[in-house]
């Protein structure tokens, strides 16, 4: 993955808003991970390419990418899936991610990766 020409660190737009990234597997936290400290967040199965590791055996080695994009003057999160072979669905289903297509990320949103039963939830830092 090679980051567009619109991507932006959102260190350095503080009034734009970051996110916390909670990992629930069965109503039960597993992780938070704050997504404040990089401009992208590459997700997959191999432990040495990607910074949010996603261990299920249906999640491909380079799965999806989390992106800061600068629009209209705030630096907004995005999420792409890398042509991964199992998919990456948001909100339940409700949206199905299309390969190489980025998809705003908006507080609240719930993301599944592969057949993980995992939920990856997005709220935004107040």
């Given at each position: 993955?090679?980051?567009?020409?619109?991507?932006?660190?959102?260190?350095?737009?503080?009034?734009?808003?970051?996110?916390?990234?909670?990992?629930?597997?069965?109503?039960?936290?597993?992780?938070?991970?704050?997504?404040?400290?990089?401009?992208?967040?590459?997700?997959?199965?191999?432990?040495?390419?990607?910074?949010?590791?996603?261990?299920?055996?249906?999640?491909?080695?380079?799965?999806?990418?989390?992106?800061?994009?600068?629009?209209?003057g705030q630096c907004r999160l995005y999420l792409m899936d890398l042509d991964s072979a199992n998919g990456t669905r948001i909100n339940g289903g409700a949206v199905e991610v299309e390969g190489k297509r980025?998809?705003?990320?908006?507080?609240?949103?719930?993301?599944?990766?592969?057949?993980?039963?995992?939920?990856?939830?997005?709220?935004?830092?107040?």
């Amino acid at each position: 993955y090679y980051e567009c020409e619109d991507s932006c660190d959102p260190r350095k737009f503080p009034s734009s808003a970051t996110f916390q990234l909670f990992i629930f597997k069965d109503s039960v936290v597993l992780e938070t991970i704050s997504l404040s400290t990089r401009s992208y967040y590459r997700l997959g199965r191999d432990e040495r390419l990607n910074h949010i590791p996603l261990l299920h055996q249906s999640i491909s080695s380079q799965h999806a990418v989390l992106q800061y994009r600068l629009r209209d003057g705030q630096c907004r999160l995005y999420l792409m899936d890398l042509d991964s072979a199992n998919g990456t669905r948001i909100n339940g289903g409700a949206v199905e991610v299309e390969g190489k297509r980025f998809y705003e990320i908006l507080d609240g949103d719930v993301v599944n990766f592969g057949a993980s039963t995992r939920d990856y939830v997005f709220m935004k830092n107040k």
